[in-house]
């Protein structure tokens, strides 16, 4: 089967995407009843989250606060008079026989989300983002024959944001729910974990002869639950209809489902139009007005976005959008850089020693960044010791490292003389012309110009050394004895 590349080639992919986002409030959308990740089947009920009959839901204020909160991040239209519908269709998690939702009137309209791809930043733009209320979960258990549904979900606050039909490319489609992830956390309305069912996506695709003014069929993926996932189910969605095209059958309108030990979307149903929902108004709930002063009171509570920082860092510092990225990728990790950078540290210096060595130690750990591991000052601190060359980068990355590791201060760990740069202490033309003398192939390759050697001299010195003798000088020691004969 030929692969998306190759595809691309003489089709063109045109992705749109829906993306379910749990609102972290303490209580359900449409009841008072509690709900937390992880408690046991059906435990965290109420009458209104399971539609018994005479049971009247009433609105959660604070998701409301949440979703404007979020279309206000994303530049959106806030529609401060709104109201909710009812989406009707019958599955065994909707206890209702019909979701509510938001239809012809929802909060949040327009907006876009910027989006690096291929070291080029592309705008998505979005048709609206809109409050309703989550379904049960169905858990299958083919040994037994048998489906369980637990109802704790049933009820839980939900935006969902739809994208216009502008991503054209797989990659695209899971950088653009790697931003909502990061938008939300940042905001701090949902933690959007996918592996607990936070965030899932939904994904609309159709394919077109390069030059076809016409768009192809669309079909919608449900329910898919990791980034990585997003970005193989739409590419296999794209072999399944160009496979279909390229034999001449056509491709029909239909809902899909992503298998994940088959790496596979397979069709579940043809597709509904919302018509089949049969929306109208919910005559249990009245319209709702927001007040422009709460609107704004919002608004001025609004972080610095990640899109923001990074524009920000490639303007001010002359970063590249990975570096950016990197940095931006959790607020904590921006937060810690841009402390670093009040102390006055070099913003280079601190990118290179928080993504590089910092990282490094999070990761031999499998760990996530915290920022109380380090303080910014001491990370700071140490840059500076390594740049006014009071100790070598070599030492720099041992205190870093045994910072990590211990729970003595930088100060105690400073006084350990070892640590000093013995540049002026050992005998450095000593040292090199002992390495050079025991790698003389190595020299004679170097001087016949493989200059790529110097780098392999260097680990020999810093090692024979212990890392203690300031990289600088062994260069100006180094290139000096190499050009003897």
């Known amino acids: 089967m030929n692969g998306i590349s ?89 206890p209702k026989g019909y979701q509510i939702s938001q239809y012809e009137k929802p909060i949040v309209t327009g907006g876009s989300i910027p989006i690096w791809w291929d070291n080029k930043k592309y705008n998505i733009d979005l048709t609206r983002a809109h409050l309703e209320e989550d379904a049960g979960k169905l858990t299958h258990n083919l040994s037994k024959n048998k489906s369980e549904v637990d109802f704790n979900r049933s009820g839980v606050p939900l935006i969902e944001i739809v994208t216009e039909p502008v991503m054209f490319h797989p990659k695209q489609a899971r950088a653009f729910i790697q931003r909502i992830k990061q938008i939300v956390n940042y905001i701090l309305i949902s933690n959007a974990e996918m592996e607990q069912g936070k965030l899932r996506c939904d994904a609309n695709i159709s394919i077109k002869k390069k030059n076809s003014k016409k768009f192809g069929t669309k079909t919608e993926i449900k329910n898919i639950n990791s980034f990585r996932n997003v970005q193989k189910a739409i590419e296999s969605e794209i072999k399944r209809q160009h496979k279909l095209l390229m034999t001449g059958k056509p491709v029909k309108q239909a809902t899909l489902t992503w298998n994940n030990e088959k790496n596979i979307a397979e069709v579940m149903r043809i597709k509904e139009n919302a018509d089949d929902y049969r929306y109208f108004p919910d005559p249990d709930l009245p319209p709702v007005k927001v007040d422009q002063k709460k609107i704004q009171s919002i608004k001025k509570s609004l972080p610095l976005l990640p899109f923001d920082l990074e524009d920000m860092w490639i303007k001010n510092y002359n970063f590249t959008s990975t570096e950016a990225t990197t940095l931006s990728n959790t607020a904590e990790i921006a937060s810690y850089f841009e402390k670093m950078i009040s102390v006055n540290t070099n913003p280079k210096d601190a990118n290179k020693w928080i993504t590089g060595e910092l990282f ?58 070892k640590y000093a740069d013995d540049s002026k202490k050992v005998n450095i033309k000593e040292i090199v012309q002992s390495v050079l003398k025991e790698n003389r192939e190595e020299v004679s390759r170097f001087r016949n110009g493989e200059e790529k050697l110097l780098g392999y001299f260097i680990g020999k010195i810093m090692k024979v050394s212990g890392g203690k003798i300031n990289h600088k000088k062994i260069i100006e020691v180094l290139n000096e004895e190499l050009k003897k004969k």
């Not at 008072?32 to 992880?38: A, D, N, Q, V, W």
Request: proline share 3%; net charge positive.
């Open 6 to 94: 190759q595809i691309n080639k003489n089709w063109d992919f045109t992705i749109g995407l829906e993306i379910h986002v749990q609102l972290e409030t303490n209580s359900k959308m449409f009841s008072s009843c509690e709900y937390s990740y992880g408690k046991s089947e059906n435990s965290l009920t109420c009458p209104t989250s399971l539609g018994l009959p005479g049971a009247l839901p009433t609105i959660n204020e604070r998701a409301i606060d949440f979703a404007i909160k979020f279309g206000l991040a994303v530049n959106g239209n806030i529609n401060s008079s709104f109201s909710f519908a009812r989406k009707h269709y019958f599955y065994p998690d909707l």
């Open 360 to 417: 490094r130690l999070f990761n031999e750990e499998n760990k996530l960044f915290d920022s109380k591991k380090i303080s910014p000052k001491d990370l700071s601190e140490i840059i500076s010791l390594v740049n006014t060359e009071k100790i070598t980068a070599s030492s720099g990355k041992n205190i870093l490292r045994k910072l990590f590791h211990s729970k003595s201060s930088l100060k105690t760990i400073l006084k350990d003389e």
